[in-house]
């Protein structure tokens, strides 16, 4: 079975009312990394996943994650 990352970035980044702009620039990357990430068309490093995660104030698991549900044992 392959395994995927999933993340929430979408999802919280329309939380935190930010743009993918915004969010770019807070984590140093380009608004079309951005995009790609929550598109899944894209796996951030480790360093760039910490700082999306730093910015939303969570752990790294609570935004990025190998299963497709958080609410799977």
Do not use: H
Request: charged residues 35%; aromatic residues 6%.
């Amino acid at each position: 079975m392959e395994e995927k990352l999933y993340n929430r970035v979408k999802e919280l980044r329309a939380r935190k009312r930010l743009t993918q702009q915004a969010l770019a620039d807070d984590a140093g990357v380009t608004r079309q990394t951005i995009a790609a990430i929550e598109k899944g068309d894209y796996l951030p490093s480790v360093l760039l996943a910490l700082k999306i995660s730093d910015v939303f104030c969570m752990n790294l698991e609570e935004v990025f994650s190998i299963k497709k549900g958080w609410d799977e044992g």
